[in-house]
């Protein structure tokens, strides 16, 4: 059976690339407007989702493997920042603070149209952070495109006294121990059986 990323993140490419799996990538085009009264959780579920639903015609006889990401603080979705001076208020209002982030995953057979959906949750503490560490963080990576304004899988690191969950890729966003799962449970085992 065919496999599909469906992303056009290149973090997220190269964490299934780790798995040594053949598989395809193609971006969905989705609003990813939160509704009103969604939750950072409910968010990244649904739009996990929808992202491996609006693929689904498109590509028949396919594992399609969606995710997406959200952080919360205190209740409050923190999203792509999309430019420096958005990243650097999004650190600032993180630092010191404990951030949620909720990887929405979904593998979808689009041979049977069954799914498998979940979140997976990964907390972080930041460091109470200056205004000049800030700034030299975001000139460093340029993390625009990531929700928290930081790259874990770099420099960001330092950005946290600790970080705590049960699948450290869904940090950077796929889930790496619940698709293997999710995988085997459609008969692709990246070890063999």
């Known amino acids: ?17 780790r798995l040594n799996l053949t598989f395809s990538q193609a971006s969905p085009d989705i609003d990813e407007t939160p509704e009103p009264g969604e939750s950072a959780r409910e968010l990244a579920i649904r739009l996990s989702r929808e992202k491996a639903l609006i693929l689904a015609d498109q590509h028949p006889d396919t594992l399609i493997i969606a995710s997406d990401q959200t952080a919360a603080l205190h209740n409050r979705i923190l999203g792509k920042p999309g430019t420096r001076e958005q990243a650097i208020q999004q650190l600032s209002s993180c630092s010191g603070r404990q951030v949620v982030f909720h990887t929405g995953l979904c593998l979808l057979n689009t041979a049977t149209a069954e799914h498998q959906l979940t979140c997976v949750d990964y907390t972080v503490w930041f460091r109470t ?10 000139d460093a990576e ?11 899988e770099g420099l960001g690191i330092t950005l946290f006294e600790k970080m705590a969950g049960d699948d450290p890729d869904s940090l950077v966003g796929l889930p790496l121990i619940t698709l293997t799962t999710m995988l085997m449970n459609e008969g692709v085992y990246p070890l063999g059986r």
């Open 142 to 152: 340029s993390p625009l495109d990531c929700a928290g304004s930081f790259k874990c």
């Open 1 to 17: 059976m065919n496999i599909l990323l469906a992303s056009g993140s290149p973090y997220r490419k190269s964490l299934l690339e």
């Open 129 to 138: 952070l200056s205004s000049t560490q800030i700034a030299t963080y975001i």
